[in-house]
């Protein structure tokens, strides 16, 4: 196959000449296309998009243009304006007619056939399904233009449509025929080379308008694509025009003067969007300062070998990255420390857009795979989870081992183990020790072994970097986590109990609302008491999370009550005052002791627990001085509630040994 040397562009000739070779092996799907082809997983449209925005990067481009095509259309009150083509442009290396066509054909791409395109660093590529599957999943015509010199002038042309069944029996071969000019319009970055994807007919396409897919867009793909766009100056920008002659440029008359501005128009660069926070020249939500958090530790290599199937040796490895927030982004931008109950960094925008950045990133060949939030902890994913970040980052020679999907959303493997432990494999519980089980999986299967190193690495991190967040957050708020939890757990397991045996509680009433609902009390109400947000996040996650019926924490009253006690859907927080004396001995002891750890000597720690336990006792004293110094008849019923307190209390302690035997 000759191309013309002077522009290395083929001529219409040429194209004609091509031996195509028998027909039907250019058939779209080896078997006819089922509808249920068009079913491929993906999460939303902007994972669809993403495939072809993989594509262009592969191809070189620096210039990614996701244009949308509207018309103004419906009927009453819903008629609005909705996009009716998706056009994804790029200025990428283009493609001749041969690899055109194969780029339709089902699990016929560039790496099947061997073909290189674009750098080395940016090959994402590997199963071949990429463009046909994505476009087919939200369209029911995919039209490709293509131009490797001349401009879209000078493209090449070739399509398939549900609505004409011969398409997918045989993809028609391209033939010469220049980009319409109805696209030309929409872009700046037509250039000697690139491609132009259009989505038609888009029946499955998520968003019905350019705002919508903007908004729902721009934070995934945004954090797809954070390396190539920092890096490696890759733009990519979502457009949107009118669908009618002269295809003027959307825009919406925010402020209402009539006059079109800049910042009106649907027409928007995607911003990078790094969930470590490390990253300066992403956008973090208007941080208190740039970037928002800072590197946890080194980063971590975990190599492996193994022989695949063919017998040979194979080496890949995996880099782990973790970040924690800054205390100045955890105060936020009103935090003044002079002020009681303040620090509402999790209650700011940049708070806000971390929250929506929960979980593990899950990056192949420097592209985010997926966020996955199974590594958090919590219903719903507590949210004193996000002053957190990790990264998960490896090559495609990974992809069998870590189970990567071929719609390239998810690494199967470690979505599995995300909740599991070593002792899962112990499936006869003949008692192995957890390096017996790994000794086991190593042989046995590989693959499950090498994600269960993989999570036991992220999780020792991530436990670490909890208790860092909670020694160190505003007044240490949450630094009796730890010690409560136990407490807690046992309280509320005692609580289950009497409610079994018909003990009613008026906290009760809440049982039957949803976790939603839940969160959303809880919130606004500790909010409306003054408590930091990190206070907050930690109740809420007890309570929703934990599914805690009794949680402690602190708070300073107006009162000289030792502790009070709330009722929050269908759970009772007691708070500890923190301005009482009983408090400040009781708890400070315990908390130096908590804070020092080993750093204390044995005489050290046992002199802290006689004074908490002192402290105790002068508590219980100045109880029996109350009743002493009651009325007769007062002091009759103080006794009696003494008594049954002390059975509730006895109840409680049941499963409580303390660490005592």
Not at 139 to 150: F, N
Not at 155 to 170: G, M
Not at 447 to 454: K, M, N
Request: glycine share 8%; hydrophobic share 30%.
């Amino acid at each position: 196959m000759e191309e013309n040397e002077e522009n290395n562009e083929m001529t219409d000739e040429e194209i004609g000449n091509i031996d195509w070779g028998e027909d039907e092996k250019w058939s779209f799907y080896s078997s006819g296309l089922p509808e249920s082809a068009r079913d491929s997983g993906y999460k939303n449209a902007a994972y669809a998009l993403g495939e072809l925005v993989d594509n262009s990067i592969q191809a070189g481009a620096d210039d990614v243009e996701i244009i949308m095509l509207e018309r103004f259309g419906g009927s009453g009150k819903r008629r609005n304006w909705n996009v009716q083509e998706i056009g994804i442009l790029d200025n990428g290396c283009g493609m001749d007619p041969m690899l055109q066509r194969l780029s339709i054909k089902y699990q016929s791409g560039s790496t099947q056939m061997g073909i290189d395109r674009g750098s080395e660093d940016k090959q994402m590529g590997k199963f071949g399904v990429g463009l046909p599957q994505a476009s087919i999943s939200q369209a029911r015509r995919l039209e490709v233009y293509t131009w490797t010199s001349g401009g879209p002038a000078n493209a090449t042309f070739t399509y398939i449509d549900f609505d004409e069944p011969e398409t997918f029996s045989r993809v028609p071969r391209p033939i010469r025929e220049a980009v319409p000019d109805k696209w030309i319009g929409c872009s700046d970055s037509w250039e000697d080379s690139g491609t132009l994807i259009i989505w038609a007919k888009p029946d499955k396409f998520s968003w019905t308008t350019s705002k919508a897919v903007h908004r729902n867009s721009e934070f995934v793909i945004g954090r797809m694509y954070r390396n190539h766009i920092s890096e490696n100056g890759v733009s990519i920008r979502i457009a949107a025009f009118e669908n009618d002659p002269p295809y003027n440029v959307r825009w919406t008359d925010r402020d209402g003067d009539k006059i079109k501005s800049r910042e009106e128009e649907h027409d928007w660069d995607i911003r990078a969007n790094d969930p470590l926070y490390l990253d300066p020249d992403a956008f973090s939500g208007n941080a208190p300062e740039n970037p928002a958090f800072e590197q946890f530790g080194e980063d971590e290599q975990l190599d492996f070998e193994w022989k695949d199937r063919e017998g040979k040796i194979r080496k890949e490895s995996v880099t782990l990255r973790f970040s924690i927030a800054k205390n100045i982004t955890r105060a936020g931008k009103t935090y003044d420390p002079k002020v009681h109950n303040q620090g509402m960094g999790g209650n700011e925008e940049h708070g806000k857009h971390m929250k929506r950045n929960l979980g593990l990133s899950i990056v192949r060949e420097r592209r985010e795979l997926e966020l996955d939030d199974g590594y958090c902890v919590g219903a719903g994913n507590a949210p004193w989870e996000r002053w957190w970040g990790a990264e998960v980052n490896f090559g495609r020679g990974m992809d069998e081992l870590l189970g990567v999907t071929n719609n390239k959303q998810h690494a199967q493997g470690l979505n599995d183990v995300s909740k599991k432990e070593w002792k899962d494999w112990d499936f006869d519980e003949e008692g192995l020790t957890t390096r017996q089980i790994k000794e086991d999986l190593e042989i046995e299967d590989f693959p499950t072994f090498v994600c269960l190193c993989i999570k036991e690495r992220i999780e020792k991190n991530l436990k670490i970097m909890r208790k860092q967040i909670v020694a160190t957050s505003i007044k240490k708020k949450s630094s009796r986590v730890t010690r409560h939890e136990g407490a807690e757990h046992l309280a509320s397991e005692a609580t289950k109990r009497r409610q079994k045996d018909g003990n009613q509680g008026q906290s009760d009433e809440y049982e039957g609302m949803s976790m939603e609902e839940k969160s959303e009390a809880i919130r606004r109400d500790l909010s409306k008491k003054g408590l930091d947000e990190d206070v907050i996040d930690l109740l809420e996650g007890k309570i929703i999370g934990s599914g805690y019926k009794v949680v402690f924490s602190e708070r300073e009253m107006d009162s000289e009550a030792f502790f009070s006690v709330e009722q929050q859907v269908g759970s009772l927080i007691i708070y500890f005052n923190e301005g009482h004396g009983a408090y400040k001995h009781l708890f400070a002891a315990l908390d130096s002791a908590e804070l020092q750890g080993d750093d204390l000597s044995k005489d050290q720690v046992q002199q802290r627990a006689v004074h908490a336990a002192s402290a105790v006792k002068l508590i219980l004293a100045a109880w029996a001085r109350y009743e002493d110094e009651s009325s007769p008849e007062e002091r009759k019923r103080l006794q009696k509630f003494r008594r049954e307190w002390g059975s509730v209390a006895d109840e409680f302690m049941d499963d409580y040994s303390g660490g005592y035997t």
